[in-house]
């Protein structure tokens, strides 16, 4: 039973680059989320899938971030135009709907913006 | 306003001993869940246990149990016999309204927990 994975682990890029990056999730979840941590900080919120459909944006989403889920499946994080403050953790969770709906994180990608 | 506050932002605590670390949530929904999380300095966050506002034991899971104080909104994880492995940065998460279909999880600022020999 493999769990949720992440690509890449690391991103190092250049400020202005776009970078994009990768969520599989449990296979039977149908639900899919994106989460932000930066240093000494617990997880915000970024966005929120069922199945194809972006149901949730948080405010932190700027206009530079987009998210897709295209086929209901894996899920790909977009950053334009990265800046020094998007360097962060940005993990990714799946979960399977009902209650308690736990949701179960993958390994995460550190972005870091020179 | 913050919804999860967890006070102790380090704690050393010796092997095979037992360690609680405190989490306290606002929220004016009836039906909500409180989970916690463990993350080693790889960097997954790993789920711990959970429990529900409507739930009336505490919940434990082996070495982990949870002292739910409802009308205090606290929701303590105690891990007890520690080991080295359990070092790790640990996180309490409140889901607010459970009769939704779906809750983003909210999170404290964590409580790194150092085991000693």
């Known amino acids: 039973d493999t769990g949720v994975s992440q690509d890449p682990r690391h991103k190092i890029t250049k400020r202005g680059q776009n970078v994009t990056f990768r969520c599989d999730p449990i296979?039977?979840?149908?639900?899919l989320y994106w989460y932000r941590q930066t240093l000494g900080q617990g997880p915000e919120f970024l966005t929120y899938?069922?199945?194809?459909?972006?149901?949730?944006k948080s405010r932190l989403l700027s206009d530079r971030f987009s998210a897709e889920r295209p086929k209901g499946s894996f899920s790909t994080l977009e950053i334009q135009r990265t800046e020094q403050g998007d360097s962060a953790m940005y993990l990714c969770?799946?979960?399977?709907?009902?209650?308690?709906?736990?949701?179960?994180f993958g390994p995460g990608t550190r972005l870091t913006v020179l | 306003a913050q919804k999860i506050t967890q006070t102790q932002p380090g704690m050393f605590v010796q092997e095979k001993e037992a360690v609680t670390l405190d989490c306290t949530y606002d929220?004016?929904?009836?039906?909500?869940?409180l989970f916690w999380y463990k993350q080693p300095s790889s960097g997954e966050m790993i789920f711990l246990i959970y429990?529900?506002?409507?739930?009336?034991q505490n919940a434990t899971e082996g070495r982990y149990s949870l002292n739910f104080q409802k009308a205090r909104k606290s929701a303590n994880l105690v891990i007890s016999a520690s080991q080295l492995g359990d070092s790790a940065m640990y996180f309490c998460?409140?889901?607010?309204?459970?009769?939704?279909?779906?809750?983003?999880?909210?999170f404290g600022a964590g409580t790194q927990v150092v085991v000693t020999p």
């Open positions: 969770a799946s979960s399977p709907g009902g209650v308690p709906d736990t949701q179960y």
């Open positions: 296979s039977e979840h149908n639900r």
């Open positions: 899938f069922q199945n194809e459909a972006q149901l949730e």
């Open positions: 929220t004016s929904d009836q039906s909500y869940g």
């Open positions: 429990q529900g506002s409507y739930d009336e």
């Open positions: 998460a409140m889901r607010e309204d459970l009769t939704d279909s779906w809750g983003k999880l909210q």
